[in-house]
Nanobody, 124 residues
Framework: QVQLVESGGGSVQAGGSLKLSCLFS????????MAWFRRDSQEGRDRVAE???????YYADSVKGRFTISRDDAKDMVFLQMTSMKPEDSAMYYC??????????????????WGQGTQVTVSS
């Protein structure tokens, strides 16, 4: 059974940084595409970043150059380093995992496993 647990959310001023962590429990983390999504009350759910099993990364245009996704498969962890943060980055952030051997860039429906989320608030 797959479980994802996010941590690292909090409040930060505009221009600041936060690092989110996601602990993966279950089989085959190395074979999965991992991603971060976010949802706010206004815009719905957005895919923020993905990282494939070969380390390839993909970002939403709104976070390119500011956010970095990474993974440490030996520790079953995925991270999202957020810098130069803006008030519009405020949202609940979720970690997600694909089934084994599913590559990234297959759309939101490729992600079958979700964490409970961690809240990020950026004040101006």
């Amino acid at each position: 059974q797959v479980q994802l647990v996010e941590s690292g959310g909090g409040s930060v001023q505009a221009g600041g940084s936060l690092k989110l962590s996601c602990l993966f429990s279950g089989p085959g983390v190395r074979t999965r595409c991992m991603a971060w999504f976010r949802r706010d009350s206004q815009e719905g759910r957005d895919r923020v970043a993905e990282i494939d099993r070969d380390g390839s990364t993909y970002y939403a245009d709104s976070v390119k150059g500011r956010f970095t996704i990474s993974r440490d498969d030996a520790k079953d962890m995925v991270f999202l380093q957020m810098t130069s943060m803006k008030p519009e980055d405020s949202a609940m952030y979720y970690c997600a995992a694909s089934p084994p051997f599913v590559r990234c860039q297959q759309g939101d429906r490729a992600f079958h496993h979700w964490g409970q989320g961690t809240q990020v608030t950026v004040s101006s």
